[in-house]
């Protein structure tokens, strides 16, 4: 399937579950906003506690104990940050599946968002983002680019286990190095195709600021109360164009993904993958669509 009827699938998918899959990106927002900001909350205070106390034991001015709160509570916010992002990942990746389940012909669901977190799901979840995150840095400590490729040769292995919750860790990382051999630039291409939606709104703005240089420097010139107004004029421009692009990342988050998940099936199913065919979703062990045969049949060509 070409990319651009992918992403036309991808919309037909989405076709009255617009709602629940902007709901649940706004969820995933909120969540993690008051998740971080809470133990941020609980950081500041427990350093503030410490200071207080070095006060009333009068030691104050000890450099040692002054350094003490700042390098525990650094401490503690980079384990809480990486828990956080964990919280997140797992959120993200039941978005992902969500997704995949409205792909297989269940509708979007807010509950459906949550199924990375069931008991017999969350801890081999949870190690294959660890032990994904941890490989792709090590290849990123070579160069940039060997991170890159290796986080698109792993990046269908939540995708498989999902499918396929038996599988290992390292199973899932290998699977999903073999089926995106030679499909990485594909998959490149079809993420490329959304950025420049959310580089549009900046590239405008940065048009009309550096177009209007001249006319700032005048009205500095001028004096420095109009120079104050069209810089205060230009920050809330700024603003208003943070917010669009905002707005329009809600349009296109949930469309990314879909077309996302849709890749991913058109691997998986290969020239049977078809949506929206009656037949389609009377297919047996949806659980279990990754083929064994795969590498056999479509693994020919060159990686990347």
Same mark, same amino acid.
């Given at each position: ?28 927002? @909120?969540? !993690?906003?008051?998740?971080?900001? *809470? ?15 070095? =006060? ?8 040692? @104990? ?5 390098? !525990? ?44 977190? $069931? ?26 680019? /060997? ?17 396929? /919750? !038996? ?9 999903? $190095? ?21 580089? =549009? ?11 209007? @240089?001249? !006319? ?7 004096? /420095? ?7 205060? *004029? ?12 905002? =707005? ?16 991913? $099936?058109?691997?998986?199913? *290969? ?6 065919? /009656? ?26």
């Amino acid at each position: 399937m070409k990319r651009r009827e992918i992403k036309k699938t991808a919309k037909k998918l989405l076709k009255g579950n617009w709602k629940v899959a902007i709901l649940n990106l706004i969820i995933i927002s @909120v969540l !993690t906003s008051v998740i971080s900001q *809470g133990i941020l909350t609980v950081i500041g205070a427990g350093s503030s506690f410490t200071m207080i106390e070095s =006060v009333i034991e009068g030691n104050v001015y000890d450099s040692t @104990v002054m350094a003490e709160p700042t390098i !525990t509570a650094s401490l503690l916010s980079l384990l809480i940050s990486t828990l956080v992002g964990l919280i997140s990942s797992l959120m993200y990746a039941g978005y992902a599946w969500n997704i995949l389940d409205r792909i297989d012909g269940v509708k979007l669901s807010i509950e459906g968002m949550f199924q990375t977190f $069931r008991k017999e799901r969350i801890f081999k979840t949870t190690g294959l983002i660890i032990v994904m995150s941890i490989l792709i840095m090590l290849w990123s400590l070579l160069f940039i680019i /060997p991170g890159i490729i290796k986080s698109y040769s792993y990046s269908q292995a939540l995708n498989i286990m999902r499918d396929n /919750p !038996t599988i290992s860790i390292m199973d899932a990382l290998d699977q999903s $190095r073999k089926m995106m051999k030679g499909k990485k630039w594909s998959f490149f291409l079809l993420q490329l195709s959304f950025i420049w939606l959310y580089i =549009v709104p900046f590239l405008v703005y940065a048009l009309i600021l550096f177009g209007s @240089v001249q !006319t700032i420097e005048a009205r500095l010139d001028a004096g /420095p109360n109009e120079g104050i107004a069209i810089i205060i *004029g230009f920050l809330l421009l700024f603003l208003v164009f943070v917010f669009l692009a905002l =707005v329009l990342s809600f349009y296109i988050e949930p469309y990314r993904r879909t077309a996302q998940q849709v890749f991913y $099936r058109t691997l998986t199913d *290969g020239d049977t993958f078809d949506p929206f065919h /009656p037949d389609y979703h009377e297919k047996d062990n949806q659980d279990e669509k990754y083929n064994e045969d795969y590498e056999g049949r479509q693994l020919d060509d060159v990686d990347f």
